[in-house]
């Protein structure tokens, strides 16, 4: 049996369709039970530990945030034998200290999709089982990606709620005045149903949100595309400096 451990996954949303530093040894397309994923896994090391990289919205960037084939993306990410997967979300700032460029990794989320296939339970099933969700983020993956952002200087928040909206269209500034009535500190678009999916299949998952525009009625002028492009182009070194610190700690030492 191979030494080697389990390959980190790591799913990159709008701006990361690829990772700088992969050292890319094959590419895999899958058909699952569920469909076809957004594209093909990317396998390879990042400073030496292998890890599994998918394109969450295709390569190019091509599938909305609503037609994205969320059950695919998880249920191959677990087929291939990860067991911690990290989401790079880009998302839009509500807190006042959540701005462009920001990092956070929130510990919370608030679910306003609808009509995602949201859950693996469904068909004949021998049972159904009920996931606790009361605290949707790995409390460990959490903490190594906040102590990489903390290490690198980089501006970051190690908490926060995130408040996944349907897209693909931006809210409206009552809308953004409801979420952040209810708590949320940032907004993206893709951040569920990832997570519960990852929960249902029992990976350690968290979530790392890069702020790309401060959300809708937070500041006086309208979103752009090319305000977004500008916090992606500022905020990504960031992140991808984090996924390469922080990739040689996420997954645990194999039992020998
Ligand atoms: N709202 C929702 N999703 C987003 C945003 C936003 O302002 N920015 C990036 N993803």
Redesign the pocket.
Known sequence: MSNEQAPVGIIGG?GLTELSGLVISGEQTFRTPWGIPSGPLVFGHLDGQPVVFLARHGYPHRIP?HQINYRANVWAMHNVGVRTLVGV?????IHPDMGPAHLVVPDQLIDYTWGRHHTFSEGELDEVKHIDFTFPYHERVRRQLSAAARELALSHSGRGVYGA?Q?PR??TAAE?RRLERDGCDI????GMPEAALAAEMGLDYACLGL??????GKSEQI?TMTD?QAALDEGLSGVKAILQRVVKTLEPPQPQ
Do not use: D, F, Q, S
């Open positions: 709008t945030p979300n880009a998302v839009g700032g909206t897209g931006l809210e953004i907004v993206g678009m893709t702020v790309v525009n401060w959300a809708a979103i977004i």
